[in-house]
């Protein structure tokens, strides 16, 4: 052929269409797509079959159900923790903190993997006997010199089977020091134990047709939050039937603007609201019967008529008296009320005034043991794992003989011990808790940390406590490990949930009993007799006998109160209701509560959110994401928020870089003008700040319990950390204060 | 196309009166969907949550503040009145596309050439682009999902109404020989949500409960003038809340564009 133009021009004609006819250009685009994103880097997450399993999430108590990937390389693994829709308190509904729980079992950043011992100053990995062995030392040495008293332990729960076993291990040991993280379940005991003789109580709120919430964050974190939201769901449903919510609080939260009123308190005026509506119960003649013969009614009567009067209260809380009387009128009305107390929107156990003034509004209102009211609980029959344990004769750190019922006071025993009085300690123990970050007020915890000279802790994570302890053991999350939780703050029947391991758990680590039990074996005698068992799953059966047995509840995941029990009864010295409780002579009244003062103007509190955590453990990365920049900016700025008028009045600014501070320390946050904070108050988020947990959470924020100001409750004597006076200046500057 | 030449539209209504803002449908779409976490995720423009929950207030002074929430996924728009399906219609590489079949508007990365039309054209601000590589440290990949795959640098993602679940759906309905019930197909976020807030099904079925509860009088959807004819609806008793779904002059009705009044 002769290859002249003509040739050419046609053979590349031909090239051109035919390479365009054939499929080969879309299949080079496709490829160079599929090849340029084939990266190696990024995750090919491995099938398998998979298979779904029951547990229960103790931070949150709510009932899951894990969904498990079988890998034929990679094994078992946890992809998903989703509700369980045949839970009866969270019927399929899960909170971020459980959704993200796979995430935070297996991000290592996070967790403690093997046992971890400080030598010279220096953290470093040691193999399990040989940190239990450290423990179990020092812990016979001090029991050898007489100073068994000096060794106290801080406790996350005293109601699982780790509680149960601490108290055990403490009283064969010979330490009276074992005390839990403060709880409104302590507070709610007392003023049940002080007014009915009985504390086992809990809110009928899925049945309640008009609920009254004193100050307590009943949509952000209130008992098992899920189970509270569905009750929350049912009020409404039916949008010609609804229930109504009324929430008495200074801040616009999440619960007061999902309510149907709200009633904008001065802050710390709760209870005295609680008492008004009583008054004008009592003044309109709507008195149930059992108030009516309650012990110290009249005395109850007179005061209520005198000091707490419509206008007195409106006067003192600065809610209308119309509004006051609104919602006394639709409590009277409705056939299922119930008024509603519980932990603070500080994540403080409240305060004992505001629980027997809830209380009594509810006795006068005449729903206790009634459906949608206050209910007794039937308890959780769990078998004692051994026999009644003699207590040591020491002296309590905490001063618990001086509280009312002797409660526990973590806050009181790191105070006590930092005084040296009536003596400091020679070991702490922390267990499953992280006092150097959720204090509550963080620095005495830290300071007692410091000053300790030995401090072992079992934590799962690598947490501001782990990281200052001597000894570390690392825990197994409850994917990992046998465990259990009991009734939620608040709930109408009695539970009891079981949690069992679902994957295998990091190599080193063990559930926290197993760590007691370990150490128990080592140190002999007495305290390996008073836990006489192989491993936790052997204590957590023992308990289960009661129960109908280990393994159906496994099976089943919970044990749970068929229903509310209806009825009720009184226990109390008179056999009757105490409205004047005998223990106090009288009826309860606040004590002058926290006020701020010329050089701290304003009252600071906590902005409670299932979105920054429930139950004191860190947040996962996930909830982290979910974080708006109306509560952390820029990468770590904590964000606060302050009234648009305060902060005009203070010459503040959206936006302004600020020094929160208060007696006991100080925060940096950057301010978020809101009208729905209280005037004259800062509102904090809690559960920022961390210094320890890896790149998503390290240095985040700032965190509030560093600038909380801790003080004993006047009733109750428990650790109040509600309000803390503060003062606000710009950041780098002084403001006009 | 409008939504009425859809066989099915798979649609939810989510009711703001029972939303508490908790986050549990974003985490679980996380989750469920393999989304990545940066560093940084404080910087809202680079931070990918395909179910995000906006914060709105209603602007009063003290003591008559009020907050809500809007959990925003992907509105999967049919476009109605002429209107299209806003990022569909602008992809060069048909990496996004909507099945007439179901009424989801898909989303597929490896075919995305990353060219954020899609982004831009979206009013809802519900596609993101991965602008970095997501770090996958030490066990972080281990609860990784095997059924969606993650995604790489460079390519857009959104909220694809858990389809996957979706095939899972209609497997089992194809071996068990039954046809797919309402139930058998259900996003995360539906699942997770505590409150019950949010309800998901087929629109077009009378048999789902979304069908009738889209009719209710305070049903609405955002942005309804843009005619984007999205298939997610919002519920509020409130009148502030349903106001802050649109842009609307100060003294205007708020029952006059709902009626359709448009533009």
Partial sequence: MNWDRRAFVKFAVGAVVGLNASPLVPKLMDDVAIWTQNWSWVPDPETGAVAFAKSINPATQTGVKARLVKARLSGQRVIRVEGDPEHPLSQGGVLAADAAAPQQSYYQAMRVDAPMVRKEGVRGRVAAEEAVQ???????????????????????????????????????YGTPNLVFMPSAKQTLALAGGLMFGQGDIGFDLANATYTVSFGTPLLEGFGAPV????????????????????????????????????????????????????????????????????????????????????????????????????????????????????????????????????????????????????????????????????????????????????????????????????????????VGCNPAFAGPQAKVMRQLIDNTPFVACVSEFMDETAELADVVLPKASFLECWGDCATPYGAAQSFYGVHQPLVSALPQTKSAGDWLLAVAKLLGGKAAEALPFAEAKEALAARAEGLGGLEDLAAKGYWMQEKPAYGFSFKTPSGRLELAPSALGKPAAPAAGVAPSKERPLLMAGIPSLRTGAGGA????????????????????????????????????????????????????????????????????????????????????????????????????????????VSIAKAGGVSHV | MSSSASEMRFGMVIDVDKCTGCGACSVACMSENNVGVLPDETDKIRSITWLRVYQIDNGQPYPNTQIAFFPRPCQHCAGSQGHHTPCVSVCPATATDRDPKTGIVSQIPTRCIGCRYCVAACPYHARYFNWYDVPWPEGMDKPLSPFVAPRMRGVVEKCTFCFHRYQRAQNKAFTSGEAMGEMDYQTACTEACPSGAITFGDLNNPEHKVHELKKSPYAFRLLERLHTDTAVYYVSAREWVRRQADNYLSGEKLAKVQAGGGH
């Fill in chain 1, 618 to 725: 860190p947040m996962s990365p996930y909830q982290v994401k979910i974080l708006d920049e109306i509560t952390l900016a820029h990468k770590d700025q904590l964000v606060v928020e302050i009234n648009p008028q305060t902060a005009h009045a203070m010459h503040l600014g959206e936006g302004d870089m600020v020094e929160i501070a208060s007696a006991a320390g100080k925060i940096n946050a950057r301010l978020h003008l809101y009208h729905g904070a209280a005037p004259g108050m800062v509102f904090v988020p809690v559960g920022l700040g961390h210094t320890a947990f890896g790149m998503y959470l390290k240095n985040k924020g700032a965190n509030f319990f560093e600038a909380v100001e801790v003080a004993a409750d006047p009733g109750s004597g428990l650790p109040q950390w509600a309000l803390t006076p």
């Fill in chain 1, 227 to 430: 189970a509270v939201r569905k009750a929350f769901a049912a009020w409404r449903k039916d949008p010609m039937h609804r229930a109504t919510l009324v929430q008495v609080e200074p801040r616009s939260s999440v619960t007061a603007s999902q309510a149907d009123l709200w009633l904008a308190c001065k802050p710390g005026t709760e209870g005295v609201l609680a008492y008004a509506m009583a008054n004008l119960m009592i003044q309109a003649g709507k008195v149930d019967s059992a108030a009516a013969n309650a012990a110290g009614f009249e005395q109850f009567k007179a005061l209520l008529a005198g000091e707490y009067s419509l206008e007195k209260a409106s006067q003192a809380s600065g809610v209308p008296a119309d509004k006051i009387k609104a919602v006394a009128e639709g409590f009277m009305k409705a056939p299922k009320a119930v008024a509603v107390c519980g932990p603070g929107n500080s994540g403080d156990p409240g305060r004992l005034f505001d629980f027997m003034a809830v209380l009594a509004l509810n006795a006068v209102k005449g729903n206790l043991g009634k459906p949608g009211g206050l209910v007794l609980r039937q308890g959780v029959a769990w078998k004692a794992l051994g026999g009644p344990l003699d207590l040591p004769g020491a002296p309590r750190l905490d001063g618990g003989g001086k509280r009312i019922m002797g409660s526990y006071s973590a806050y009181d025993l790191a105070a006590a011990a930092l005084k040296g009085q009536p003596y400091p300690l020679e070991a702490l123990i922390v």
């Fill in chain 1, 134 to 172: 450290k423990v179990a030392a020092k812990l016979k040495a001090l029991a050898q010199a007489g100073k068994a008293s000096q060794v106290a332990i801080i406790a996350d729960d005293p109601f699982s089977v780790t509680g149960e076993m601490l108290m055990r291990l403490a009283a064969a």
